[in-house]
């Protein structure tokens, strides 16, 4: 039996018109506002949030960050470890690959530069800009703990992008409300309670090191001392500005505060700061984070509030909505919050200067680097739903980017632009198989130029995409072979497809690369048209593009690629399995010895190695002396 391509079937949101079947327009309040999210705790997964785009903050139960290390993340927020002593990363050397009769210099991995390979892998990295958290003591002044907290609550307003967080401790009822500045890196809380009062209740910072693990729930290290410096200076006498120096990265958090309260350092060693409120039982703070020294980042929480508001406010009344509630079907209701709560999610942690990872603000994948191949997904539903200046924020990096591109294509002896798989604000590739060999994502920034030509058929949109999509086009012609015997030109190999799951280096002519260089040239040749140029300057493009190898039929079905061996495939999760009768201490060590050293492991998956993944993969009881171990990184998992 041949394997068969998958076809994904998306959804597309065309068209949604602001009014209703009955002619009445949609209340888009009610609509969001039905939706609020409620939760009696906090969630490691998917935790409470307030961004804009470009800079988010996560949150537990508490409105802050006060019992789990949730991330503040931004889209400047990059950092390198040293470089090995002698090396410098443009001593890095690409690998020569013959391909068709020619050798192909490609972004691999240099066996005879490890370390430097390995550098360029994980540096820069995106880095957590710290942790803002309650100090909360029990009435015997010991530190409270989560499950020492009573009638916990948290609602996200997503309307104005305001989080409500209700709880109890010693009897005594704690309102917090936390709001992100809709222009500035930066949160407002609001505090009720007489906790503040009784000084039971202040407030920290923390600031970590970075972390060179990716794939990370929560980022940095904050048992790290040494490799970073953090000092304040008072502004004024409700103001602070802490300096953080972590190697050659610097960047600045100032606090400013409303009411009395002392603001003092832990100790000189530690990077944890403490706000203590004194005499009162209400209190606000602001913190702002920022590349550079801000001279007056100074403003009330209830500015922010109204800030964010009508931000929130003008995103939802823009472009198109959608009311379920007149549908018979009892599902409406979960398809309409889950078609509102995306909405809010993308936008606070996807409307940057830059495209998004994969899990955008909220933690670290592929330490924190951007793929090309997936700025389709992340921002094209933007212009489905006519948003398209969320988009657009993002998009300019192909015009940045460039030179870097042109550069890229012509080390490979190629023209035109080659736009690199991952990469993050520095424009450099991360060196690998799948990053050299994968092209798929090579047409995107034609279709993202026909999309918004579509939006804006104007003479300055073809300006502002007009050498993106040339550039782009000569690349696409140029990576295809004219193969003699078949009198075709071929894709691949080396090639890795859409689905990262075949040999690169014997693939050739996958069918989902075939179709959308297709596209590519085919709009590329239209954008020509539009732009008045020359039969002489897309010669190539229509040539490639009339002897293009046809899509891969096998026994009258298509296939993932050309020649394809017949092959039976499962994916799972690895899962170790141990019997009963294997000793507590044994399991407990072999847990021990992976995730302990996931950083010395050799597997290209090691890095997806993760403590809190691993503790909910199956349903199957966990061994004791698995058990154990979870226990000890605060995840308890069923043994029976």
């Not at 009769?101 to 994980?122: F, M």
């Not at 530690?270 to 702002?288: D, G, I, R, V």
């Not at 008045?532 to 040539?543: A, F, H, N, Q, Y």
């Amino acid at each position: 039996m041949k394997k068969l391509i998958s076809l994904v079937s998306l959804f597309c949101l065309s068209v949604f018109l602001p009014l209703s079947v009955m002619g009445e327009p949609i209340d888009r309040e009610a609509v969001v506002k039905r939706h609020r999210v409620c939760t009696t705790g906090t969630l490691l997964k998917s935790p409470a949030q307030v961004g804009n785009g470009k800079f988010a903050f996560g949150m537990d139960i508490t409105g802050l960050q006060t019992f789990v290390p949730f991330n503040t993340l931004s889209d400047w927020s990059w950092h390198s470890f040293p470089l090995p002593e002698g090396m410098r990363a443009e001593d890095y050397r690409p690998v020569v690959v013959e391909t068709h009769g020619k050798k192909i210099a490609y972004e691999l991995r240099n066996p005879d530069q490890p370390e430097l390979s390995e550098w360029l892998t994980k540096n820069p990295h995106r880095y957590n800009l710290g942790r803002i958290g309650f100090r909360l003591l029990r009435e015997d002044g010991t530190e409270a703990r989560e499950i020492d907290l009573g009638n916990a609550r948290q609602e996200i307003d997503l309307w104005t992008g305001v989080v409500y967080s209700r709880f109890e401790l010693n009897r005594k009822e704690v309102k917090v409300r936390t709001v992100c500045h809709p222009d500035k890196d930066m949160i407002g809380v609001s505090i009720e309670s007489e906790l503040l009062n009784d000084g039971n209740m202040s407030i920290y910072l923390d600031f970590p090191y970075p972390d060179g693990r990716y794939f990370k729930h929560y980022i940095g290290r904050y048992d790290t001392i040494s490799g970073h410096t953090s000092t304040f200076e008072k502004l004024a006498p409700n103001s602070v500005r802490i300096a953080r120096t972590m190697d050659d990265t610097h960047y600045y958090a100032t606090l400013d505060w409303t009411g009395p309260a002392t603001f003092s350092r832990e100790s000189e060693k530690a990077h944890t700061f403490l706000l203590q409120p004194q005499h009162t039982s209400t209190f606000s703070f602001t913190c702002c984070f920022s590349p550079e020294p801000v001279a007056d980042v100074t403003e009330p929480v209830a500015s922010i509030e109204r800030k964010s508001a009508a931000s929130w406010e003008k995103y939802w009344r823009s472009g198109a909505a959608v009311d379920l509630s007149g549908s018979k079907d009892p599902r409406w209701l979960e398809l309409e919050r889950r078609i509102v709560l995306s909405q809010y999610l993308m936008r606070a942690n996807e409307s940057g200067l830059f495209p998004p990872q994969e899990s955008g603000l909220v933690n670290n994948g592929w330490f924190g680097r951007f793929h090309f191949e997936m700025i389709w997904w992340h921002g094209v539903h933007y212009g489905l739903w006519n948003r398209m200046e969320c988009f657009d924020n993002y998009l300019n990096v192909y015009k940045d980017f460039m030179p870097k591109a042109l550069e890229r294509a012509k080390s490979e002896g190629r023209s035109g632009a080659r736009w690199p798989k991952c990469t993050g604000n520095f424009n450099r590739e991360w060196p690998g198989s799948a990053h050299a060999y994968l092209i798929w994502h090579e047409p995107h920034p034609i279709y993202f130029a026909e999309m918004q030509y579509r939006q804006k058929p104007a003479p300055e949109t073809l300006e502002k995409w007009k050498d993106v999509v040339l550039n782009t086009a000569d690349y696409m012609a140029d990576y295809l072979f004219y193969d003699k015997k078949t009198k075709q030109y071929v894709l691949g190999p080396p090639v890795v497809v859409v689905s990262e799951n075949t040999d690169p280096l014997q693939t050739i002519n996958p069918i989902f690369e075939l179709g959308y260089f297709r596209y590519g040239l085919r709009t590329a040749l239209e954008w020509a048209d539009r732009l008045g140029l020359s039969e002489k300057r897309t010669k190539k493009w229509k040539e490639v593009l009339s002897k293009m190898a046809p899509l891969p039929v096998a026994d009258g079905v298509y296939t993932t690629y050309e020649g394809i061996p017949e092959t039976k495939t499962v994916a799972v999760v690895a899962t170790v399995i141990a019997r009963d009768d294997v000793s507590e201490d044994d399991v407990y060590n072999i847990c021990y010895t992976i995730f302990e050293n996931m950083d010395n492991l050799a597997h290209d998956k090691a890095g997806e190695l993760d403590v809190e993944f691993a503790s909910g993969v199956t349903a199957v009881p966990y061994h004791a002396g698995a058990a154990k171990y979870f226990a000890e990184k605060g995840f308890d998992v069923p043994t029976k």
